[in-house]
């Protein structure tokens, strides 16, 4: 059974850090996975954030293109979102996401509150 569980979330304040981490089981093959960060503010749709892909390229949404980091570590079968300089607008729940052709995995969510 496929598993994402997603750590690392909480309260900060704005202009703070956090990390966000993924520990992934279950899935054969992980380092052919895209693995994705996505999130939703209340009210609002579910957005990507970042991705990295197989061969290590990273995509981020402009809003937090300079402030936030993706990476993974294929052998420990990790996903980590390094969030720096976080503004309350990035307050939302955090989702974990693993793709690769038809399989399309899902953690719960981790839950990131800024705010001073």
């Known amino acids: 059974q496929v598993q994402l569980v997603e750590s690392g979330g909480g309260l900060v304040q704005p202009g703070g850090s956090l990390r966000l981490s993924c520990a992934v089981s279950?899935?054969?093959?992980?380092?052919?996975?895209?693995k994705a960060w996505y999130r939703q503010a209340p009210g609002k749709q579910r957005e990507l954030v970042a991705v990295v892909n197989m061969d290590g390229s990273t995509n981020y949404t402009d809003s937090v293109k300079g402030r936030f980091t993706i990476s993974r570590d294929n052998a420990k079968k990790m996903v980590y979102l390094e969030m720096s300089s976080l503004l309350p607008e990035d307050t939302a729940d955090y989702y974990c996401?693993?793709?690769?052709?038809?399989?399309?995995?899902w953690g719960q969510g981790t839950q990131v509150t800024v705010s001073s």
């Open positions: 279950g899935v054969f093959f992980f380092s052919v996975y895209n």
């Open positions: 996401n693993a793709a690769w052709k038809g399989a399309n995995y």
